[in-house]
């Protein structure tokens, strides 16, 4: 069916009247969706995508799960906080962070100044069960996949917290999208 043009466009459908003022950064558990959601996003924004995880794996040339096996899990936060770093002070952009990027008190203070902050929240067990048994992920290897998100969100919520904007990510990833398309400040148009 031909569009009419006459209909007014569905908020956010279209990139040219939504165009932010700064980037959008996205912070949750593993699971949330910040890397499927923000491609989305990232495309009906019509901006561009970049994920921190796969930034500091092209910086190191490691994959995660090798840089958890060889550096520990303290250097790659040393890295993950100078990629977030360079990320935020780069053009507008939708950022995908790492699940725990957002405990970091640098990053957080960095990404709160510098973007609009986006947790994207959900049950531990639609986490658990997006997650899945692929690897990867080393805080959850080995170990019973729903105690170990529940013990990272014991940990972690009351930093998620302070993200400018909470979304409810518990549905599918549409609709995820179309909620933070709802929830963004109506000043970004
Ligand atoms: N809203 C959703 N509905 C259904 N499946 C989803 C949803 N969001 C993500 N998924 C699926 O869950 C898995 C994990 O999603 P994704 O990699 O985007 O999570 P993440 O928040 O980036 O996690 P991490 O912190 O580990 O990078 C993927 O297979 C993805 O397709
Ligand atoms: O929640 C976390 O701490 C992590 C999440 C992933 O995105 C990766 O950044 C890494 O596996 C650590
Ligand atoms: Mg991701």
New binding site residues.
Partial sequence: MAENAASPRPAGENAPNRSPDRSIALVG??GAG??TVGQKLAAKLALPFVD??TE?ERAARLD??SL?ERYG?AA?RDC?RRVIARLAGGPVQVIA?????F?DEATRRLLLARCHVLWLDAPVERLAARVGRRG?????DGRDTIEALES?AAA?TRYYAEAHIRIDASEDRDETVARILAALPSGLD
Avoid: N, Q, Y
């Fill in positions: 558990l593993m910040k890397s921190a995880d500091i995660i799960p958890f899990e790659f993950e962070t790492g699940g725990g990027a405990v990867g992920r080393p805080l959850l990272l972690r």
